[in-house]
């Protein structure tokens, strides 16, 4: 498949590039800053771009077949709208182009329970925004998997848990490398259309 990838140069977008190319798809890693992408590999191309920028992503992303977002600030604490504005420049340009299928990264503090309401409390700006992006997708009319993870680790593994619409019991943490093989999945196995999903160890 020829993929198209969001966040790439993060720690869980990494997982997602990698992982990708391993199972041999094409991957396009639609980045800021070209230098932070270190992987090399005849099926990866970079793209230097702007992620709230509806034209540019729609230039870019035109023949993919699928869309996978581990879009984050990088400073939690400072007020943000990245993830609302990037949701929104996103969904539109696949609209415009006819990609319909998005696997976008969230977080598991937005299920019910105290816990995760303190989480949203300490990180409310993010927790914000974050939701704010679930909006956007969601009322996008595009095939779309929100991945709601808890907190992300380097752990060494890729299985998970899942659960559509509620987190797993029990599962406190993820490796970033589980959220990535769980977003290549649902791409591959067509599954979790129009679905918040649970993830965890
Ligand atoms: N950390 C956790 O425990 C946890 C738990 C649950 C859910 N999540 C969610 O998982 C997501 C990803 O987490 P992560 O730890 O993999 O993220 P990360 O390592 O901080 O990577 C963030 C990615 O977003 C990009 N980015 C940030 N600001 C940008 C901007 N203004 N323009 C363009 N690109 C920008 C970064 O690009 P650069 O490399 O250019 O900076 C990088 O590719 C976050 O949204 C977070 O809410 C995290």
Redesign the pocket.
């Known amino acids: 498949m020829k993929l198209f990838v969001?966040?790439?140069?993060?720690?869980?977008?990494?997982?997602i590039v990698q992982q990708a190319l391993e199972k041999g798809h094409y991957v396009t890693a639609f980045?800021?800053?070209p230098e932070?992408s270190s992987l090399t590999n005849e099926r990866l191309t970079v793209l230097k771009g702007?992620?709230?920028d509806e034209n540019q992503l729609f230039e870019a992303m035109q023949k993919h077949d699928a869309v996978l977002s581990?879009?984050?600030?990088?400073k939690?604490f400072k007020p943000?709208s990245?993830?609302h504005d990037?949701a929104l420049a996103t969904t539109r340009a696949m609209s415009r182009s006819g990609v319909r299928r998005l696997v976008i990264?969230?977080?598991?503090?937005h299920f019910p329970g105290i816990p995760n309401r303190i989480v949203s409390f300490v990180?409310r700006g993010?927790m914000r925004d974050?939701r704010a992006m679930e909006a956007i997708v969601q009322a996008s009319g595009l095939d779309w998997t929100i991945a709601?993870?808890?907190?992300?680790?380097e752990e060494n593994y890729t299985s998970y848990r899942s659960r559509e619409g509620a987190a797993p019991k029990m599962g406190f943490?993820?490796a970033?490398k589980a959220?990535a093989a769980f977003m290549l999945d649902a791409i591959e196995q067509q599954k979790h259309f129009h679905k918040i999903v649970g993830i965890a160890k």
């Open positions: 969001i966040g790439a140069t993060g720690r869980t977008g990494r997982e980045v800021r800053s932070g702007n992620v709230v581990a879009l984050g600030p990088r939690v943000s990245l993830l990037s990264l969230s977080a598991a503090a990180l993010h974050s709601r993870p808890p907190r992300l680790t943490t993820l970033r959220v």
